[in-house]
């Protein structure tokens, strides 16, 4: 969001940005001083104090997201802020309904499909109510049909979509995600090696959120399979509702190769995957939509090789062999996982997978190719 919001600035838009408050995935220790609506480098903010919707249950959750848009659409008319196009991220599905509000005004809405909602939570068995399932259903296709255009990442997304709302095809694209290449180039001043007194050779990280859907007991298994390897610190930055479970599962088998830390600023991840070696990337095998998880992209444009555990339909698969950044596995062939982890320890051209990935994003995945595309459908 950050990346759009700048590059939009960039080429002479009047920005607004809304979002809820800033009480999550912060820093460790930071407590920032926020306004409700303040000017940040030209580009208004508004931040919405909202009920919690992170480490809660998922009915408080769901609420919570269903309540947003009538949040969102009241402080936009309460500050008297002037929209002609608007830009809304899923999840969570029910922001689409910002967009649909703003359409009765003449404005045009575009949804951006990170995931497919409700079908990720109906696979991973976090929706199972039938009436539930159904009101969510409906929540979908509300959204999808009055919205003006709806993106997604990969073709696999694509043809999920349409194979149920086979009505739809005039109106999805295709628009990849995209990595600020630039802003993972740049030199910072954070040394992590010397701030947690990390010793080891080759660090393997997994950076963000320890959910259901990361299935990070994976790693856990194959940090437990190389503890032979004295060289390899396996490096799990982030938080979640996991989180805990994780670590006494990493207690209790005695995991001395495995490490938490909590999560880091923006300004210092590019500098985190500095000190590291290889990025993980974690997807249950329960999930069976094809997202492509953003962190190989954030992997690629440090020039990081990547291993990659995936359901066997995530589009993932492919960005990992037509780049030639790493390698991949099914993420429910647990040997396998472990195989591919040991191929890519054993590999001396190792590094050579990170340049290549990089190579890759830059002719793909770069901002600046992907603005243009996004640009062209909100024209």
Request: aromatic content about 10%.
């Given at each position: ?33 926020f306004?409700?609506?303040e ?28 309540l947003?848009?009538?949040?969102f ?26 967009g ?175 000190i ?34 995936l359901?066997?339909?995530s ?23 472990i195989q ?6 054993d ?7 990170g ?18 595309q ?6």
């Amino acid at each position: 969001m950050l990346e759009l919001t700048q590059e939009l600035k960039t080429r002479g838009n009047d920005i607004t940005v809304i979002t809820t408050w800033p009480e999550y995935n912060l820093e460790d220790g930071s407590k920032p001083i926020f306004l409700e609506k303040e000017k940040e480098n030209g580009v208004t903010v508004l931040r919405i104090k909202t009920l919690p919707h992170h480490n809660v249950n998922y009915f408080l959750r769901a609420f919570a997201q269903l309540l947003m848009p009538f949040q969102f659409l009241w402080k936009l008319w309460k500050y008297r802020i002037s929209i002609e196009k608007c830009i809304t991220y899923s999840p969570p599905l029910p922001l689409a309904f910002v967009g649909i509000g703003l359409r009765f005004f003449g404005v045009k809405a575009l949804l951006n499909l990170q995931d497919l909602f409700p079908q990720n939570a109906i696979d991973l068995g976090i929706l199972k109510n039938p009436l539930q399932i159904y009101f969510f259903r409906i929540l979908e296709s509300l959204s999808y049909r009055f919205s003006d255009i709806i993106t997604v990442h990969s073709d696999g997304n694509r043809t999920m979509l349409l194979d149920q709302y086979p009505s739809l095809n005039q109106k999805i694209n295709i628009l990849h995600n995209w990595v600020d290449l630039d802003h993972h180039q740049k030199n910072h001043s954070m040394d992590f090696r010397k701030k947690w007194e990390i010793t080891h050779p080759f660090i393997a990280i997994f950076a963000g959120v320890m959910g259901p859907s990361q299935y990070l007991e994976l790693i856990l298994k194959i940090a437990e399979s190389t503890q032979h390897r004295e060289e390899l610190l396996f490096l799990l930055v982030g938080g979640g509702v996991e989180e805990e479970r994780l670590k006494h599962i990493a207690k209790k088998n005695d995991l001395n190769n495995v490490r938490f830390e909590n999560f880091i600023s923006r300004d210092d991840y590019s500098d985190l995957l500095k000190i590291c070696s290889l990025g993980m990337v974690c997807l249950s095998p329960k999930n069976k939509t094809p997202v492509i998880p953003g962190k190989i992209l954030g992997y690629m444009a440090s020039g990081l090789p990547v291993a990659a555990f995936l359901h066997k339909s995530s589009d993932g698969h492919k960005v990992i062999e037509n780049s030639g950044c790493g390698l991949s596995e099914d993420s429910a062939n647990e040997e396998s996982c472990i195989q591919i982890m040991n191929s890519l320890l054993d590999n001396p051209k190792i590094a050579d997978m990170g340049e290549a990935g990089r190579s890759y994003a830059m002719e793909h995945f770069s901002k600046e190719v992907c603005m243009n595309q996004l640009v062209r459908l909100l024209n």
